[in-house]
């Protein structure tokens, strides 16, 4: 059951953001409901596809766990090691400085590397299908923006190496609260010591 609820989250959340990648058919859409409402039902389908993952893969996690392979610990530390970066990549995406010239797309970066790190470290058939949609999604929607028009949001100033220090210091402080905190807490697996 667990399963089944959070990939019907994961087809609800991509195919809103499928959706966005697709410049003409989102011309239309946003043409016959406004923009207002667009942005509304985008951002609640959003919302809602990522409850129904969230709460998806905890009940799976808690009722149906279904081995595919062990990872090796070596994988678990190379995971923690990897997640330093992601989420400096996440951050650089809003405070713009030469990361995010030289990548141009350190969100999906990012992301990419968060989902290739957490396969590394999970063989279950949940996290599997998890993580490895995110990656797929993040391969295909880096692919889609080379071949787009337009950028697709407005444009936020890029700054110089002083921003890059500030999304250095910003995403290391993000990563420690997500290793110390909110994994262990919310997530319900501790990252650091095992």
């Known amino acids: 059951m667990g399963l089944l609820v959070m990939i019907l989250g994961l087809i609800l959340f991509f195919g809103v953001h499928t959706l966005s990648t697709q410049r003409q058919l989102r011309a239309r859409v946003v043409g016959a409901m406004g923009e207002s ?26 009722t149906g766990w279904i081995d595919v392979w062990n990872p090796p610990t070596a994988f678990k530390h190379i995971t923690v090691a990897l997640m330093l970066p992601a989420v400096i990549l996440v951050v650089a995406s809003y405070i713009r400085g030469r990361i995010y010239t030289t990548l141009k797309h350190p969100m999906l970066t990012g992301v990419k590397l968060w989902a290739a790190a957490h396969l590394l470290a999970n063989g279950d058939l949940g996290s599997i299908i998890l993580f490895g949609s995110f990656l797929a ?5 880096r692919i889609s923006l080379k071949r787009r028009p337009d950028a697709g949001a407005p444009p936020i100033p890029v700054g110089g190496p002083t921003n890059d220090l500030i999304a250095i210091a910003v995403g290391c402080i993000a990563y420690l609260a997500l290793a110390f905190a909110f994994h ?7 990252v650091v010591g095992v």
């Open 184 to 190: 262990p807490v919310v997530i319900g697996v501790p």
């Open 137 to 141: 999604w993040a391969v295909f929607d």
């Open 37 to 62: 409402t667009y942005k509304i039902g985008y951002t609640l389908a959003s919302v809602a596809g990522l409850a129904l993952v969230t709460w998806g893969f905890a009940h799976y996690r808690a």
